[in-house]
């Protein structure tokens, strides 16, 4: 099992920045893909970012999506079984509840494990 929690979400204004982080429990925490997805009322949750390893190329690489590029890097701190996601530049449309999320490559193709998630949101 891992357990997941977010924070650093709040209100700013556009232009801003912001760091949100993602504590994770449970052991392995290397291996983990970790991912941070957004969600708006009425709205589908969806993809932000992701932090995986490959074993192909013996590096951690990033995925993001096309809306969040240029402007959000993801990260992650093994020693602190943390991830984080810096936001800069924010629009209005970043607002939303940030989930952090996690899945074990080696059993699972989808994220099994989700956090509460937390709240940003930018004024124009």
């Known amino acids: 099992q891992v357990q997941l929690v977010e924070s650093g979400g709040g209100l700013v204004q556009a232009g801003d920045s912001l760091r949100l982080s993602c504590a994770a429990s449970g052991r392995s925490f290397g291996s983990l893909t970790m991912g941070w997805f957004r969600q708006v009322p009425g709205k589908e949750r969806e993809f932000v970012a992701a932090?995986?390893?490959?074993?192909?190329?013996?590096?951690?690489?990033?995925d993001y999506a096309d809306s969040v590029k240029g402007r959000f890097t993801i990260s992650r701190d093994n020693a602190k079984n943390t991830v984080y996601l810096q936001m800069n530049s924010l629009k209005p449309e970043d607002t939303a509840v940030y989930y952090c999320a996690a899945r074990n490559p080696a059993v699972s193709s989808g994220y099994d494990y989700w956090g509460q998630g937390t709240q940003v949101t930018v004024s124009s």
């Open positions: 932090h995986r390893w490959s074993g192909r190329i013996n590096l951690y690489y990033a």
